[in-house]
């Protein structure tokens, strides 16, 4: 499902260099479900965006459902990203003038198209996690916890094979988190899909099959 190998990306500040990310091998199998840990700054984010095709490192090859996207343009890893990949940003980038369900189909339009069939998808993700009376509300009407679950709909509606989560469950009780993360977990598990968790809480590192450290892929010096 995943497989990378001698991926870096620097970022430049004048004369300064700072490595946000150096992998030198990771494979990730179809149907895992693997935490990515580690402390801040250690590159997760990055990585993540890799995986995603929102970046491109400055080298490595990086193979993602079944394609190089480290040789792919731009607009190519979109459209990967769109049918193959389910994404849950660290701070969610729901649209603030649209509501849950319109923030869903939103996903939908960009991957397998938002017509009839993609809005009972929808719905039926949101009354899945709970948020049935909720379709017509927008972001700032609803809790941090309900932002999240319309966040993971907006990720599966598409029924991506591969989901990417930078910690999710960052800023909420952790009661609700877990839940949600189990549901989403019990989901994955259901649709035989792969998942990729950025995380900090140990708990939540634990629900899934394997944990990686950032700092033990990095290449010897
Ligand atoms: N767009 C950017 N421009 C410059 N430096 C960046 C950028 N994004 C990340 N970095 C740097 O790369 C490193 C890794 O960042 P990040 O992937 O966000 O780490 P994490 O998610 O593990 O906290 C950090 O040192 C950060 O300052
Ligand atoms: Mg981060």
Not at 60 to 68: D, I, K, P, S, T
Not at 100 to 128: D, I, M, P
Not at 131 to 146: A, F, I, K
Request: with cysteine; proline share 3%.
């Amino acid at each position: 499902m995943i497989r990378l190998h001698d991926v870096h990306k620097d970022y430049a500040f004048g004369e300064r260099r700072v490595t946000a990310c150096d992998v030198g091998d990771l494979r990730i199998e179809a149907g895992e479900q693997v935490a990515l840990v580690g402390r801040s700054g250690t590159g997760k984010t990055t990585l993540l965006h890799i995986l995603a095709g929102i970046l491109r490192p400055d080298r490595g090859e990086v193979e993602v459902v079944g394609a190089r996207i480290d040789r792919m343009s731009e607009a190519a890893r979109d459209r990967h990203r769109g049918r193959h990949i389910g994404m849950v940003y660290q701070t969610f980038n729901l649209l603030q003038p649209f509501s849950a369900l319109e923030n869903v189909l939103l996903g939908a339009l960009f991957g397998r198209g938002a017509g009839g069939e993609a809005k009972s998808r929808a719905e039926t993700l949101l009354q899945r996690v709970g948020l049935g009376d909720r379709l017509h509300h927008r972001p700032s009407e609803l809790s941090v916890g309900q932002v999240q679950r319309v966040a993971i709909c907006r990720a599966l509606v598409n029924d991506p094979e591969l989901i990417l989560m930078d910690e999710p469950l960052g800023n909420q009780d952790r009661t609700t988190g877990v839940q949600v993360l189990d549901l989403l977990l019990q989901m994955a598990r259901d649709g035989n899909k792969t998942v990729v968790m950025v995380t900090h809480d140990p708990e939540s590192a634990k629900r899934m099959q394997r944990t990686v450290e950032l700092e033990t892929l990095r290449r010897p010096a």
